[in-house]
């Protein structure tokens, strides 16, 4: 059995990461956009119930392995642990550093400064005060 634990500071994070997201869209940032939705797709990944979870009905008349009925196929999301989405914004923070690395070490200066900015967008979102 999963316990849901509800914690704060992970649902500020993806209220700041979805306020960003509206704000980069506005400004026309496509290097802010893709790292804020990146970090929103991980965080919902990471929400995403494991296949084979949930309810587990008989099949359908239709299709083997469908289940019969509006909605009977849908289960809730699980929730995150206190402090995973934190760790999951440094990953993708640390991601981007890593491959950024990669492509300074390639000669592509101009991708590793993109991942950079991405990087840094996102450390904004865990310190607000650090992006000036």
């Given at each position: 059995m999963?316990?849901?634990?509800?914690?704060v500071?992970?649902?500020?994070?993806?209220d700041?990461?979805h306020?960003?997201?509206?704000?980069?869209?506005?400004?026309?940032d496509?290097v802010?956009?893709?790292?804020l939705?990146s970090a929103?797709?991980?965080?919902?990944?990471?929400?995403?119930?494991?296949?084979g979870?949930?309810?587990?009905?008989a099949?359908?008349p239709?299709?083997?392995g469908a289940i019969a009925?509006l909605?009977?196929?849908?289960?809730?999301?699980?929730?995150l642990?206190?402090?995973?989405a934190?760790r999951?914004?440094?990953a993708?923070?640390a991601?981007?550093?890593?491959?950024?690395?990669g492509?300074?070490e390639?000669?592509?200066?101009?991708?590793?400064?993109?991942?950079r900015q991405?990087?840094g967008?996102l450390?904004?979102i865990?310190?607000?005060?650090?992006?000036g």
């Amino acid at each position: 059995m999963t316990h849901r634990v509800t914690n704060v500071g992970d649902e500020a994070i993806r209220d700041r990461l979805h306020q960003a997201l509206r704000d980069a869209m506005r400004a026309r940032d496509s290097v802010a956009a893709s790292a804020l939705r990146s970090a929103l797709a991980a965080l919902d990944n990471a929400c995403a119930v494991p296949a084979g979870e949930g309810s587990a009905a008989a099949s359908g008349p239709h299709f083997a392995g469908a289940i019969a009925g509006l909605g009977a196929g849908e289960v809730p999301r699980r929730g995150l642990a206190a402090g995973e989405a934190e760790r999951i914004v440094r990953a993708e923070i640390a991601e981007r550093e890593a491959a950024a690395a990669g492509y300074e070490e390639a000669g592509h200066g101009e991708q590793a400064s993109r991942l950079r900015q991405e990087a840094g967008v996102l450390a904004s979102i865990l310190d607000p005060g650090a992006r000036g």
